[in-house]
């Protein structure tokens, strides 16, 4: 219940919605009961950032397509549909949650890991010669540019948005640049053997 509530107040409101009295007064008890079950507020975000990348996870698992590279595009747009339709679920994700346990639990870096992982599985049939870290790099990268592209383009943060092309246009030129790239790595690699 208190999950449930601080995620409708974080989509509603972001993070400064989500206090202690709101999210009492939306289950019907004390602001104490919320300290029972978490260790702070920040602890309670977290676990609200967690069922978010949850979703993002169940996002970009429902795209299925057959070729490597539409597999990509496909990811692509799902994760720009999520990030839409979650937009201040998906900013919380990424704001600093100082009174947050320092190290994370396994549970919490297992959740932060799915989505990579899926990405990386996408990746393997487009440099099947790639190294695991080779592979955890490129999807790393590929994340990270896909989100500076949405953010800056959709985003509504502290430097606003950007005045651009569409960030679907964008992104699918990104995922054609990580295309040519792997390919590029591959042939290199194929140069290197002979």
Same mark, same amino acid.
């Given at each position: 219940?208190?999950? !449930?509530?601080?995620? *409708?107040?974080?989509?509603?409101?972001?993070?400064?919605?989500? &206090? =202690?009295?709101?999210?009492?007064?939306?289950?019907?008890?004390?602001?104490? @009961?919320?300290? &029972?079950?978490?260790? &702070?507020?920040?602890?309670?975000?977290?676990?609200?950032?967690?069922? @978010?990348?949850?979703?993002?996870?169940?996002?970009?698992?429902?795209?299925?397509? $057959? !070729?490597?590279?539409?597999?990509?595009?496909?990811? =692509?747009?799902?994760?720009?549909?999520?990030?839409?339709?979650? %937009?201040?679920?998906?900013?919380? =994700?990424?704001?600093?949650?100082?009174?947050? $346990?320092? @190290? *994370?639990?396994?549970?919490?870096?297992?959740?932060?890991?799915?989505?990579?992982?899926?990405?990386?599985?996408?990746? %393997?049939?487009? !440099?099947?010669?790639?190294?695991?870290?080779?592979?955890?790099?490129?999807?790393?990268?590929?994340?990270?540019?896909?989100?500076?592209?949405?953010?800056?383009?959709?985003?509504?943060? *502290?430097?606003?948005?950007?005045?651009?092309?569409?960030?679907?246009?964008?992104?699918?030129?990104?995922?054609?640049?990580?295309?040519?790239?792997?390919?590029?790595? %591959?042939?290199?690699?194929?140069?290197?053997?002979?």
């Amino acid at each position: 219940m208190i999950i !449930d509530a601080a995620e *409708r107040l974080v989509a509603q409101g972001g993070t400064s919605a989500a &206090n =202690a009295r709101e999210i009492a007064a939306a289950i019907g008890y004390t602001p104490g @009961t919320i300290y &029972n079950h978490f260790a &702070n507020l920040d602890d309670l975000i977290r676990h609200v950032t967690a069922r @978010t990348v949850d979703g993002l996870t169940a996002a970009l698992s429902s795209a299925h397509e $057959s !070729d490597p590279v539409r597999q990509l595009h496909a990811m =692509a747009d799902a994760y720009i549909a999520f990030t839409t339709r979650n %937009r201040r679920l998906w900013e919380a =994700a990424f704001e600093p949650l100082p009174k947050a $346990s320092a @190290t *994370r639990e396994a549970w919490y870096r297992a959740t932060l890991e799915r989505p990579l992982a899926l990405l990386q599985d996408a990746l %393997r049939p487009l !440099d099947p010669g790639a190294s695991e870290e080779e592979r955890r790099v490129a999807a790393l990268s590929t994340w990270g540019a896909l989100h500076g592209v949405v953010t800056l383009v959709e985003g509504d943060g *502290r430097i606003g948005r950007l005045d651009a092309a569409p960030a679907s246009e964008m992104v699918h030129f990104l995922i054609d640049c990580v295309v040519a790239g792997l390919a590029a790595r %591959r042939k290199a690699r194929r140069v290197r053997v002979t």
